[in-house]
């Protein structure tokens, strides 16, 4: 089955790209993210656009107050707090450390996360339908089964899987028991190797060698902060590495299959633009993205399979959306 074969686009995408909302009157929003990376950058924009096309233009009737909180806790805590002095009329957090961070700051001001992997588990919202009070959102949990499925077509005979994270992520923690689930319906056992800083990933990641047959890099900023490091180790002892982010592959991962993270953030401006326009943002419910995006990334690194002594077998390449040639 090919990988791009989803259910048909929602309602919620098409209000997104084909409606225009009159905006009366200026709005505010404020939008942070712990760390900034390709994907999560792709996330903005794509919340930018909708907001844009839903009649919501920044300089013009939009005003939009930018933090990145650099890799840093206290420093999302701060941002947090100076947030709710602005009294934005929106909040949009992106990632899940951000997003607690928001939701711990206020009960009252509207809050649409995105590119958090489990809100349930990151106690950001109870339940995805009609999650209530003052938060909903976007999940940019991978789907990991149809990667592990196109992993065994890249990796012959792969039966242990290296799993590099923070044990102090939720999402981490809940990339982590999707996997372990998912794996164990292909035979495959998961090597945990837990990296609480990003100074601990290379250690992390030279306990896993000799010990499995490739790695996995989940959605975890402390890890990915890193990832550079990981490939370079992966290529050093011809150790296939692998990631829940397709953005990572121009990295130098081997390959990923994934979200389009332009268009994780479609969805939650679509949903950040019914709250501007008055929508009770309790009553929107939150969303999985892979179950209401339409087409998924599939790339491969064909310089790191050479340096990783692997092989893309030809159908891999006739579904890849991208192509990352040897230089």
């Not at 809940?174 to 998961?190: D, N, S």
């Amino acid at each position: 089955m090919k990988l791009f074969n989803k259910l048909a686009i929602t309602s919620l995408i098409v209000a997104a790209t084909c409606s225009t909302s009159f905006a009366a009157d200026n709005k505010k929003i404020a939008i942070s993210t712990i760390v900034e990376v390709p994907s999560l950058m792709d996330a903005k924009q794509g919340v930018l656009d909708v907001l844009a096309e839903r009649g919501y233009v920044v300089g013009k009737n939009l005003e939009l107050e930018y933090q990145s909180a650099n890799g840093s806790m206290p420093t999302q805590q701060q941002i947090a707090k100076k947030f709710i002095g602005g009294q934005p009329d929106l909040i949009i957090p992106i990632t899940t450390p951000t997003a607690q961070s928001m939701v711990a700051a206020t009960k009252d001001i509207p809050i649409v996360f995105t590119a958090v992997t489990d809100p349930i588990k990151a106690k950001l919202v109870k339940q995805y339908q009609q999650p209530g009070a003052n938060v909903t959102g976007v999940s940019d949990a991978a789907p990991i089964g149809a990667q592990l499925d196109f992993y065994m077509r890249i990796v012959p005979g792969l039966k242990t899987i290296g799993f590099i994270y923070n044990p102090g992520l939720d999402n981490a923690l809940a990339a982590l028991e999707i996997i372990k689930k998912e794996g164990a319906a292909r035979g495959i056992k998961v090597v945990e190797s837990a990296s609480p800083t990003t100074n601990e990933v290379i250690l992390a990641t030279k306990k896993l060698i000799g010990k499995v047959d490739a790695v996995y890099v989940p959605n975890d900023t402390t890890v990915v902060a890193a990832l550079e490091a990981i490939v370079k180790i992966g290529r050093d002892v011809d150790m296939p590495i692998f990631a829940g982010d397709t953005g990572a592959v121009k990295r130098g991962v081997l390959a990923g299959v994934g979200l389009d993270y332009n268009e994780v953030g479609r969805v939650t401006g679509a949903m950040a633009a019914d709250v501007l326009d008055g929508k009770k943002v309790g009553t929107i419910n939150a969303v999985a993205a892979y179950d209401v995006v339409t087409k998924f990334k599939v790339i491969v690194n064909l310089e790191s399979a050479e340096k990783m002594s692997v092989t893309i077998p030809q159908d891999v390449l006739s579904e890849a959306t991208e192509i990352i040639k040897a230089k």
